[in-house]
Nanobody, 115 residues
């Protein structure tokens, strides 16, 4: 059974720097492209960042220079280091794994940026 379990969300002050983690099980993690997506209230789910099996990364323009995605294949975990958080970063953050036509999603973790 495939599981993607996110953690690290919560209430964060503007300017904060939390790190999200996504632990994967049931897949051969090193082969999968991993990604973080987010969905704010009333908005569509959007890409935040992806990292390929070869460690190539891609970021949404809105987070470039503030967020960093990384992976640890030994721990089957992908991370999202978020810096300089803004209220508009408030959303549910989802972990995604894909390989060819196979896609898995996590349940999401809420990140709320507020003072």
């Amino acid at each position: 059974q495939v599981q993607l379990v996110e953690s690290g969300g919560g209430l964060v002050q503007p300017g904060g720097s939390p790190r999200l983690s996504c632990a994967a099980s049931g897949i051969i993690f090193k082969f999968y492209r991993m990604g973080w997506y987010r969905q704010a209230p009333g908005k569509q789910r959007e890409l935040v960042a992806t990292i390929t099996s070869g460690n190539s990364t891609n970021y949404a323009d809105s987070v470039k220079g503030r967020f960093t995605i990384s992976r640890d294949n030994a721990k089957n975990t992908v991370y999202l280091q978020m810096n300089s958080l803004k209220p508009e970063d408030t959303a549910v953050y989802y972990c995604r794994a894909d390989f060819l036509t196979v896609v898995y999603w996590g349940q999401g973790t809420q990140v709320t940026v507020s003072s």
